[in-house]
């Protein structure tokens, strides 16, 4: 604190407004601090996993932040598994399952939030009651009827699997969007002769772009993410990179230095993916927070 | 028209009947990740050569999730698998609900006979023959050499429990970061249950009675709950309950612990140079003995079977053959060292001085393959098979209760007195709903 501030402070008429400009300031620095912390708190694992994956066997369980690096667990990795054909699976699912839940999301989702009807909340917190089951608990009748529908191993068994996975999510978060739109401009775009998939496309969609693309993201990265299904259900052709990171871990024998390795070459993909696209992400999921 | 259309018919007739006679037979196999498994993949690209017709795919995952993978292709008999790995408990029990294909018509190169009989009595039902052994393992203990040099402690090739505590009290230096002996704590039938059901039995225990009642409130595990948590706490290594087998082969490797009881798999890890900071300093005894005489010993195989939903199970049983074959063993010798190969299953490999020069931990493995009997486990009867197990399905829910009761006396939140009370309430419940307590 300068000498001046001081005496500003010491002053009685001037020392509220200043106290007040103080205060905030305190809490910028403060919030600042708790955001790096958390940052840092989260990013950790992943901090801890890169290094890991450059260390020897030996050394991975080594606190050292210092060592020579080497890339034979990559060299080990890439010899043992075929990385690009998980890679390409987990795309696959990915892209395939988030593009199944917007065909069924934005219709569902437009009925809910322009023409609700005395059922649609019920409607919502049931869609979301789904999501607190265990997936355990419903693993052997989807097994079963996986192995009827012969989809055991498939990407479309996945694609199908991870759709019903996260319909009410893309669901609720559509709902929210559309219900930022007011319902006076689509009114306003039929009046003018607007087919209801001209209505979609040409003013919904534009409109509540930012929160759909967030929404495809978030999709996408719970798909890439998700291991109980995918381990349970794929075995050789369709298993995604979940799979290729379970390969690696092991109850007997040094295996943390290629566990590594092999879980930062499944995570870089999404990773970069959302560092490119993390404004979109942050201005999609604020959408209409603040009004 | 039609006439035009014929040749083309016949044609794609002669390309279709030519592919399926030249059609590969796939064998998907499922495997644990350990580094056995991760040779086997690398040299079976050798088979596939030998066998153009057959094409291996390989599921390699972690042991719990290779158990539920398995577990629940076999019993929807899905036929995901042409192969699967099982552990010697599993064997019996899916052979029994008709799940796994019987091993027959082995060809004379193979010789069963050389494959140890008690994992082969381990792998059979019914007189029958259900897994082959890939490999096997035993309970050993390993201990530091230098340190009980240093303080003039020997190691009796066949110890005590209390020869145990001893060298253990003495060597503990816990300023020093020295534990006197490191011992599984983190709970889970496969983790803390296998050590301890081998220390149990070592002391009399038994899980029940001839009428299938559970004999866990006694006092034989009253004093074996008592030697384990009272050696843990005393020269353990703090937050013992999170220790499982590779926790505790890091701290041993790392020279923090100089005794450590658990399989003899640790041993070839510890031995190498590249692996383990100890690698010149460790030495190996038998399991330790308490009352019964071959109490410290268990008896573990991984096996491979082949599933009754086999879409080709005589291409699987043709890998498998090869896979637990003497010449694969050699193969891996020749490949990365005759220390390295997959041990315990055959005898010739312990007649093989090749082997047993550079495996120090040899002899030691033999002698505890030898004196294990599952057929026989304890002092007194029991109604069941297995030795750090109980042969029933229901014994992965008994043995993991009673795991988390034991490991909740050791990190303070019960006594053993209450766990084990506990226990033998959960043990006779399972096995009362399982049908086996009338």
């Known amino acids: ?291 | 028209m039609i006439k035009r259309l014929l040749p083309i018919a016949f044609l794609t007739g002669c390309l279709l009947s030519a592919s399926s006679a030249f059609a590969q037979k796939t064998v998907t196999i499922a495997a644990v990740n350990n580094p056995q498994m991760i040779e086997l993949k690398k040299l079976s690209s050798k088979f596939e050569t030998e066998n153009p017709d057959i094409k291996l795919n390989w599921v390699i995952v972690e042991e719990n999730v290779l158990r539920q993978r398995v577990t629940t292709d076999l019993t929807t008999g899905s036929g995901q698998f042409d192969l699967v790995f099982i552990g010697i408990y599993e064997a019996p029990i899916f052979a029994k609900r008709g799940f796994l294909k019987e091993i027959s018509n082995l060809p004379a190169a193979f010789d069963v006979d050389d494959v140890f009989k008690s994992l082969r009595d381990g792998a059979s039902y019914q007189g029958k023959l259900y897994a082959m052994p890939f490999y096997g393992e035993s309970c050993m203990t390993m201990y530091r050499k230098d340190l009980f040099d240093a303080k003039g402690l020997t190691m009796a090739d066949k110890p005590t429990y209390e020869d145990i505590k001893k060298a253990a009290d003495t060597l503990t230096d816990k300023s020093k970061g020295m534990y006197g002996i490191t011992l599984r704590g983190k709970p889970g039938w496969g983790e803390n249950m296998a050590f301890i059901d081998a220390l149990a039995i070592s002391m009399g225990c038994t899980w029940f009675d001839m009428q299938w009642k559970a004999t866990l409130d006694t006092p034989e595990w009253r004093k074996t709950l008592n030697y384990y948590v009272d050696i843990m706490k005393k020269d353990g290594p703090p937050g013992a309950t999170t220790n499982g087998f590779n926790e505790n082969l890091t701290l041993f490797a790392s020279g923090k612990a100089a005794i450590w009881i658990d399989s003899t798999a640790g041993a070839g890890t510890l031995f190498d140079k590249s692996q383990s900071q100890v690698a010149d300093k460790v030495a190996f005894a038998q399991a330790p003995v308490g009352v019964a005489p071959n109490g410290g010993n268990w008896l573990w195989s991984w096996d491979f079977a082949i599933p009754k939903a086999s879409k080709n199970p005589d291409a699987a049983q043709k890998f498998a053959a090869w896979a637990c074959s003497k010449e694969y063993i050699k193969m891996v010798a020749d490949d990365t060292g005759w220390a390295t190969v997959p041990p315990g299953t055959r005898k010739s490999l312990y007649d093989n001085e090749a082997y047993t020069k550079v495996a120090p931990f040899a002899k030691v493995t033999l002698a505890a393959m030898a004196a294990a009997d599952p057929n026989n486990p304890t002092v007194k009867p029991v109604p069941y098979t297995g030795l750090q197990y109980v042969g029933i399905p229901e014994f992965q829910s008994i043995g993991t209760t009673v795991g988390q009761n034991i490991a909740g006396v050791l990190a303070g939140s019960s006594t053993v007195e209450q766990a084990l009370k506990a226990s033998e309430a959960a043990a006779n419940r399972a096995v009362k709903q399982g049908g086996y307590q009338k």
């Open chain 1, 1 to 291: 604190m300068s000498s001046h501030s001081f005496w500003y402070a010491s002053s009685p008429t001037i020392s509220k407004p200043l106290a007040n400009v103080e205060d905030s300031r305190l809490k910028t620095w403060l919030i600042g601090i708790a955001g790096w912390l958390i940052a840092l708190i989260v990013f950790f694992p992943i901090f801890w996993i890169a290094i890991t994956a450059f260390k020897t066997e030996q050394g991975a369980y080594s606190p050292d932040l210092i060592f020579k690096p080497t890339l034979e667990s990559f060299r080990e990795v890439f010899a043992r598994s075929n990385y690009k054909a998980y890679l390409l699976n987990s795309i696959y699912v990915s892209l395939g399952s988030t593009l199944l839940c917007f065909l069924i999301a934005i219709p569902a989702a437009y009925r809910m939030a322009f023409f609700p009807t005395p059922k649609t909340a019920g409607t919502l917190v049931w869609m979301m009651s789904t999501k607190m089951m265990p997936a355990v608990g419903v693993l052997l009748p989807v097994y079963l009827l996986f192995r009827t529908a012969g989809l055991l191993d498939s990407v479309w068994g996945l694609i199908f699997i991870y759709t019903l996975l996260n319909l009410p999510i893309a669901v609720w978060m559509t709902f929210t969007y559309f219900c930022e739109v007011p319902g006076a401009i689509l009114e306003a775009a039929r009046v003018d002769g607007a087919s209801l998939m001209g209505e979609l496309r040409d003013v919904l969609a534009p409109m509540s772009l930012p929160g759909i693309s967030s929404t495809a993201l978030l999709l996408i990265i719970l798909s890439w993410n998700e291991a109980f299904w995918s381990i349970n259900l794929t075995s050789a052709k369709a298993a995604p990179l979940t799979v290729f990171i379970a390969s690696y871990s092991s109850p007997e024998g040094l295996f943390w230095a290629k566990l590594s390795a092999a879980s930062l070459l499944a995570v870089a993909p999404i990773m970069v993916m959302g560092w490119l696209s993390q404004k979109q992400l942050v201005s999609g999921l604020t959408f209409g927070a603040v009004k």
